[in-house]
């Protein structure tokens, strides 16, 4: 769902993402977060950190333009200064990157920090106005498109996809 979803609808999809996340989690259980093979070589702790970056910067960019005061770089990206090129960076270098920001951390710094990046978003979201959502083009940050739709990839629709990763992993873990 995306595209002409109003700011309620887009809410609720935040929403509903982020409690099947939080069952999972149950499932998962503090002791297999730090596992690796759920999705290559990461963990369950490392998909939450990769997953809280793009939760995050999509969180920034909105609290940004609800409250008129552009995001900073630690804001964006967990980060005082960006690596040199950072702005060229393959879809690979950049999750790359974004392991190694989060590797070292244990997994409740992480787990943290990917429940405040999902309330930042979604606080963010439900304090815009319902054409801020819904009008393509609104945010220079977004392209085009409706705000449902160009976060989809980055937030809700990828939080699906490693959470059907997590699912698939953790069955086989307990099989």
């Known amino acids: 769902m995306s595209g002409s979803m109003t700011k309620e609808q887009l809410v609720e999809v935040l929403r509903a993402e ?3 996340w939080e069952a999972l989690l149950e499932e998962v259980g503090e002791e297999r977060m730090t596992r690796p093979g759920v ?6 702790k490392d998909v939450l950190g990769h997953l809280a970056a ?3 910067f999509w969180g920034a960019q909105i ?3 609800t409250t008129g005061v552009p995001p900073t770089t630690r804001e964006l990206f967990d980060v005082e200064t960006l690596p040199e090129g950072a702005g060229t960076w393959s879809p690979e270098e950049q999750n790359t990157a974004i392991h190694a920001l989060y590797a070292d951390l244990p997994p409740q710094i992480i787990l943290g920090k990917w429940r405040e990046a999902f309330d930042l978003l979604t606080e963010g979201v439900a ?3 319902d054409v801020d959502v819904t009008k393509p083009g609104r945010f220079p940050w977004a392209g085009e498109r409706p ?7 980055d937030t809700y629709q990828h939080a699906a996809a490693h959470a059907a990763e997590v699912q698939g992993w953790l069955d086989q873990v307990r099989s």
Request: aromatic residues 8%.
């Open 18 to 20: 982020r409690a099947r």
């Open 39 to 44: 999705c290559g070589d990461w963990s369950v």
């Open 54 to 56: 793009y939760l995050r």
């Open 63 to 65: 609290r940004g333009a």
């Open 127 to 129: 304090a815009l106005p």
């Open 147 to 153: 705000l449902a739709e160009a976060m989809a990839g």
